[in-house]
């Protein structure tokens, strides 16, 4: 009696929390009982916040301040564990990696012997960011690492969602099309907006262990080429982020920024600035705002959030000592 897993992967902003937010109220509706990995690069959990804020009560597991690809490897076992163990027992083990990771290093943890007669790999699922995908071959061009990983991230999906079509025109959206489908001809192909698909196609299959007694993975309505793949692959791996840094910056609460300087501050840095995510105070509010910035674009969002204010700043190549000191002259 295996439990499935469902692997959420895709480079940083692309939407992956928001793909897991909806994915998991479905998976509710469904009457099935999920529980959640969730591996984020800083020390802050902003995301599992996010999750509980919206979901409360859902059985959550965090893997902070390090990859699950690299330093947090040695952890999946026991946080899978420990969901596992969980009573009532989970229908389904939803994982959402960090925007550098490489799925396979899942798969493959998932493979020790802790693991391996207790789960079973459902389905991968990754998430492009369709403004950016194509840049980021050439941005990261010196780092072959990262571009390995973005190519496996699309390689061993059974599911490709190319999210944020809102955000790019009908040719741009056919060139990240046929780049997904060079990279694997086998994945369905889903345009998205807010990572919004037709979640059946997903989702297909899994029952609530309750009513079957067993848990059936999905018919894998996906064909097994990943799978396949991971195992071929074996043994070729590469760490998937030699560069890519996460700074945190934290503010005082009684400090306030302005909107627009904060967001020149993340866009004006040579592109470096990948991903940043925080709580502050924007333009004198006495409450703190969730920012977003992704794929160069900054959004605010009103938060019930109360605790200290802080910044997360994720990017390539930054030179921390230059960016705390910009940051304390900027904003
Ligand atoms: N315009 C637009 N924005 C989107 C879309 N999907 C997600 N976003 C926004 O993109 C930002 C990043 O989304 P997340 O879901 O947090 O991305 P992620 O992949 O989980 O990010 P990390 O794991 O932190 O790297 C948020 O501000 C989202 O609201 C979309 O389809 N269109």
Known sequence: MKTPVLIISGFLGSGKTTLLLQLLSDIRQRGLKPAILMNELGRQDVDGLILTQALDGLPLEKLLDGCICCSKKSEISGALQHLLALRPAPDLLVIELTGV??????????????????????????????????????????DKELVHTLRRQIDVADAVIINKTDLVDSSHLAKVTKLVEKHNPFAPRLPAVNAKVDFDLLLHGLQPLRQTGNLAPTSRRFPEHASHRHEHEHGHRHKSHSRIQSIFIPIPEQASFSEKKLEKFLKHREGRVLRAKGYLSLDGSPHASLIQFAGKRMRKETSPYDGPHYLVVIGYELDEARLLEEWRSVC
């Open 101 to 142: 990771a490489n799925p396979e290093e899942v798969v493959d943890a998932m493979a020790d012997p802790s693991l391996r007669d207790s789960v079973i790999l459902d389905k991968i699922i990754t998430v492009l960011d369709a403004e950016h995908a194509l840049d980021y071959n050439s941005i990261f061009s010196t």
